[in-house]
């Protein structure tokens, strides 16, 4: 996902979708030799930035997820993503000057969900909240093998 704008945030993790935005569970935690695992990561780009996402292509969770991810997401999907990466992945860093231009409840919503101990027990909620000033430019889908989601 390309986007224009500050590059005020960077993350990178590996996570396990647990459920789509729209609350349709994906795996469960019983069985860890099963767990499929959702790859991401925020990079520069000469205009801004791009937000990536990778799981192995027999992967159903990490496709489900991301693809939830942008049906829902439509205008508010760089907010949607910048929530994800404080809820999910605590590899996440930013800009001062961006953290100190967010409105005291934006950072209170941001601290919150980083606190979450295990964001896995929990539906996933999403503000509609405006934190970054990103614009989605494009969206692709390289697939190394079949194409899995079509954008």
């Known amino acids: 996902m390309k986007f224009?704008?500050?590059?005020?945030?960077?993350?990178?993790?590996?996570?396990?979708?647990?459920?789509?935005?729209?609350g349709e569970m994906?795996?469960?935690f019983q069985d860890t030799s099963d767990?499929?695992?959702l790859f991401c990561g925020v990079v520069a780009t000469g205009d801004g930035g791009a937000v990536v996402f990778c799981w192995p292509t027999d992967s159903?969770?990490?496709?489900k997820f991301v693809r939830s991810l942008l049906?829902?997401?439509?205008?508010?999907?760089?907010?949607f993503l910048v929530q994800f990466f404080f809820m999910f992945v605590e590899n996440t860093y930013f800009s001062r000057d961006w953290w100190n231009s967010l409105s005291q409840l934006r950072q209170r919503q941001l601290?919150?969900?980083a606190a979450i101990s295990n964001p896995y027990n929990r539906?996933?909620?999403?503000t509609r909240s405006k934190f970054v000033p990103w614009k989605i430019t494009a969206i692709e889908c390289v697939p190394s093998q079949n194409a899995i989601l079509e954008t």
Not at 9 to 14: I, R, V
Not at 71 to 79: H, T
């Open 123 to 126: 539906p996933i909620q999403f």
């Open 35 to 37: 767990l499929e695992g």
């Open 60 to 63: 159903k969770a990490g496709e």
């Open 4 to 22: 224009s704008g500050e590059l005020c945030l960077a993350s990178t993790g590996a996570v396990t979708p647990h459920r789509t935005l729209e």
């Open 111 to 113: 601290e919150t969900l």
């Open 71 to 79: 049906l829902k997401g439509g205008e508010d999907l760089p907010s």
């Open 26 to 28: 994906l795996q469960t």
